[in-house]
């Protein structure tokens, strides 16, 4: 067994990303996240800060915001006839994240990744959790103050990728049996939850130091 | 920061049972599993074995069954009035959990301690889950087989687990963040869950090798 691949899914705020991007680093492996955005973007025509939103927070629109949604001059939707935007952006999401794991050894952050790739032996499955008061500390020092309060934009976002995960996925988002490691990286600290994911994808690997 | 008390709730069949044991065995730890069924038995004057499917997988009873439950010369929940028979014990056991913790270095099975003992800062909390077919071996050769199937089995245990834990935390049992660390033990591999665990605890305690 060796792992090529690995999701790390997360809450906000936990610092899911800074541990995906060090573990790739460590490890040698691409690294992708806005990478997925990009590339989405490049295939489906639509601004990149559109699918930002709408490809880890969104569901499937109501039959209405799809028909406004399709009008004239909303992009390539139009050929797609019949879904929603939300879902025309999943196809395409997923058959890139599909494409990127087959390419090479890489870290993928959220956007169902641990889902969409659930029958790949090679895949290593990460979630990243921690308490309310250090996310919110990590939400301030990393991404600035705002007129929301931070517990405020935890339970939106929470809520959000809730939905988003349970409409696309049909699981609960956040349960242990998703994934093959869940780590609350208030406790354990951002350095150990690294250093425990190199250790299993090294163990597997053949490459222990 | 020092780990004093390890709770380790588990999926039926992951192992997690035998992984608690050896973390206890290697670590001189206190192993509480079975103990704690005896304990509730000398201070409830209940049955092992009535108590043992009572505390992990029972919810409240219904009126008419605390009713029968009550009934002369059905032991000491007599001197509870009002109680059922199943938050009789979870109270027994509440307050048994509580008192073990606060004796010394000790490593516990399931029976909600992750949620009874959720506001000490010294509490490591590990959840153990593996995928079915792993758990269905392991249930054959551990407990042996018998007339129902491996999986029926699984299915049973695991909604018996889901709905106690529930009534008594109303919590979902499995999410990642009731616990600081969740394994897959089918894909780790049950030395290599034992190995992390403590890692963890002789790191946050100084007691590294």
Known sequence: ????????????????RTIAKEVAKRLGYEFYDRAI???????????????EE???????????????ASAPGHGTVMGAPGLSTADYLWTAQYKIIKDLAEKGSCVIVGRCSDYIL??????LNVFIHANKDFRAGRIVSSYGASDKKPMK????????????????????WGMSQNYHLSLDSSLLGIDACVDMIIGIVEKANGTEK
């Not at 935890?154 to 995960?165: A, L, Q």
């Open 118 to 123: 659930r029958d790949r032996t090679d895949t």
């Open 54 to 68: 709408e490809s880890e927070y969104s569901r499937s629109k109501s039959f209405l915001s799809y028909v406004f």
């Open 153 to 172: 934009r935890i339970e939106e976002m929470d809520n959000k990728r809730k939905v988003h995960y349970k409409h696309f996925t049909d699981r609960v």
């Open 1 to 16: 067994m060796s792992f090529k691949v690995i999701t790390i899914s997360r809450e906000f705020g936990s610092g899911g």
């Open 37 to 51: 955005v990009d590339k989405i973007a490049v295939d489906t025509g639509f601004a990149p800060e559109y699918i």
